[in-house]
């Protein structure tokens, strides 16, 4: 891809590769004299760094891990092979025969990486398009999908509660689909939940559970614990809960050690065995829901369950069990890949959204683009490389208005210049890099904000960024203008969202090994000076933060800290983990 990206470059360096073995091979220096090559390829993101020699001649060095990768793989190859990693097979395809070498220990990384040998090249007509993790896209090409979550909810409202699971890869468009129909649910006045799972929460028990209740009961960053408790007292003041399972008591006092706060004052201690007390806070937090259905139809949305906790899927394994004859549709959103930890219930429909077709494709392009309409043959290579992934569709059309290849003239585009070989690469993540690059400095907000999270507030990135505060707003801004972020609230206490994960990992991934550590260095003593309660409540961002900067005593204790609150709320997965990763 250097200097010039290649959508097929990966099958280029293959083809590359088998051509040199096979051209070494028939050198011959000295008689009887045979040469062997042995050869690694990696893909991945790199920093190109110009050098001089000292002859005078300018050169370039790849910088970053993946020059020590190939370097790796190519100690893995036999004399006269070649050997590829992860992401170079997945670009490859089925151009080549493979032999699977499993996982590797390589030096210098941590973790065993699978990798392959190539064998030969095979005929195109087995290769196959692969999937590429996506995000939110236009919603097109749905009529069916969307008619079958509303008359689920149709069939909700009556009292005949619905599960639908909804499974598809990332980008495919599960958010947009249930956006779309939490839309008409507010609408119409009904209750809408939304549960979001976190790929940085995984250990962190209950974790969208008490999101969506913090931001219900409205508690602020400047809120003490007693006015939580006292928000929290005032919520639960309007809802009775089932007196044989639980007091009003006993309930004020297991949401507020749920949320961290202080114990209620002239309430009784608990007394219960941590087992018991995850046990009735889970009846709690159902019977919440429960009575919210009773009063009108609720929708309850849990996105992204691969991601979810193990205390959550407790939760959602008991709960689901009481949407069967509650005003309740429960919509669970997961990737390929990931397994239901219960078994399927009568009231439950499972549905896994398609690529779309190439009408549908030019539908989207029509959209971003306004209802401008671009050059044929423009559309005609978007819509040839997208494979029918929303998302790629919507972020190569915006990748082909936004560079000089076209310009608006009335109601449609026209060419600059004679159509080229695009040089859009054929990846996301390689679309997304180039948006960032044109973005000059701000990209620096970017990677800063991915180091903080998919989701960051303005108060933390104000705190960890080096530049002026005007600086940093109106980078901001321009990231949002740009549509790779997207912002809740006002400054200063905005929060921000990356549109998709792909976008803060292709963010992340720009940067170097050395910036990142330094960057999660300063993240973590933030956290520590001017974020207390967040470090004591939440010690594993510390501690996750302290061990991507490769600062393990001082992770550790945040580790251990994390997996003894975990073992109080008998959260044992959750602790088993943190305490794992500290050990």
């Not at 099958?11 to 590359?16: F, G, K, Q, S």
């Amino acid at each position: 891809g250097y200097p010039n990206a290649q959508e097929d470059a990966a099958e280029c360096a293959v083809r590359a590769s088998l051509d040199i073995i096979a051209e070494v091979g028939r050198l011959e220096p000295q008689p009887g004299l045979k040469l062997q090559v042995r050869i690694g390829i990696a893909t991945g993101q790199v920093v190109m760094d110009q050098t001089m020699s000292s002859g005078g001649i300018q050169g370039c060095v790849a910088v970053g891990e993946t020059p020590n990768l190939a370097a790796q793989l190519q100690r893995l190859a036999m004399p006269n092979s070649v050997v590829i990693a992860p992401a170079t097979r997945k670009l490859a395809g089925g151009d080549f025969e493979y032999l699977d070498f499993g996982k590797r220990r390589l030096k210098g990384f941590s973790e065993p990486m699978r990798a392959w040998q190539v064998l030969r090249e095979q005929p195109l007509g087995s290769r196959f398009a692969a999937a590429h993790p996506t995000g939110l896209t236009p919603m097109v090409g749905r009529t069916q999908e969307f008619g079958l979550l509303v008359a689920s909810w149709e069939q909700a409202s009556s009292g005949d509660g619905q599960i639908l699971l909804l499974m598809g890869e990332a980008g495919i468009g599960k958010s947009r689909l249930a956006q779309t129909l939490k839309d008409r649910v507010i609408q119409s006045g009904d209750t809408c939940i939304e549960a979001h799972c976190s790929p940085y929460h995984q250990n962190t028990a209950f974790y969208p559970l008490t999101e969506h209740l913090q931001r219900l009961l409205q508690f602020q960053k400047d809120d003490s614990g007693q006015v939580r408790l006292e928000k929290l007292q005032t919520a639960l003041s309007h809802y009775r809960f089932p007196q044989e399972h639980f007091s009003q008591t006993g309930t004020l006092a297991l949401l507020a050690a749920l949320f961290s706060l202080p114990h209620p004052d002239g309430y009784g201690a608990l007394n219960l065995s941590p087992q018991r007390q995850k046990q009735k806070t889970i009846d709690v937090l159902i019977a919440w829901l429960l009575e919210e259905a009773e009063r009108s139809c609720v929708y309850s949305v849990w996105e992204d369950l691969q991601w979810a906790d193990p205390s959550t899927l407790e939760f959602l394994s008991l709960f689901l069990e009481q949407v069967a004859t509650a005003q309740i549709l429960a919509l669970l959103t997961f990737r390929p890949g990931f397994k239901l930890p219960w078994g399927m219930h009568s009231s439950t429909i499972q549905l896994t959204l398609s690529r779309l077709g190439h009408p549908q494709a030019r539908e989207i392009v029509n959209k971003v683009s306004g209802g401008k309409v671009l050059p044929t043959e423009v559309v005609q290579q978007i819509v040839s490389k997208t494979d029918g992934v929303p998302l790629f569709v919507e972020e190569l059309t915006k990748m082909v208005l936004e560079s000089n290849l076209v310009q608006a003239v009335n109601n449609h585009y026209e060419l600059t210049r004679p159509l080229p070989l695009l040089a859009i690469p054929a990846t996301l993540q390689d679309s997304l890099m180039a948006r960032l690059d044109r973005l000059g400095s701000v990209r620096e907000i970017a990677q800063l904000g991915a180091t903080l999270g998919r989701e960051f507030s303005y108060e933390l990135i104000h705190a960890v960024s080096p530049l002026a505060e005007d600086n940093l707003q109106q980078g901001l801004v321009q990231l949002v203008e740009a549509e790779l972020l997207y912002q809740h609230g006002l400054l200063p206490q905005a929060r921000y969202t990356f549109k998709h994960a792909l976008i803060q990992d292709t963010a992340y991934a720009s940067l170097l090994k050395s910036k990142r550590q330094h960057v999660h260095q300063q993240v973590a003593q933030v956290l520590e000076q001017r974020f207390a309660e967040t470090a004591a409540t939440q010690p594993e961002l510390v501690a996750h933060h302290y061990t991507e900067a490769g600062l393990v005593a001082q992770a550790i204790p945040y580790w251990q800290k994390a997996g003894q609150i975990a073992s109080e709320c008998s959260a044992n997965v959750e602790a088993i983990r943190h305490l794992t990763k500290g050990l």
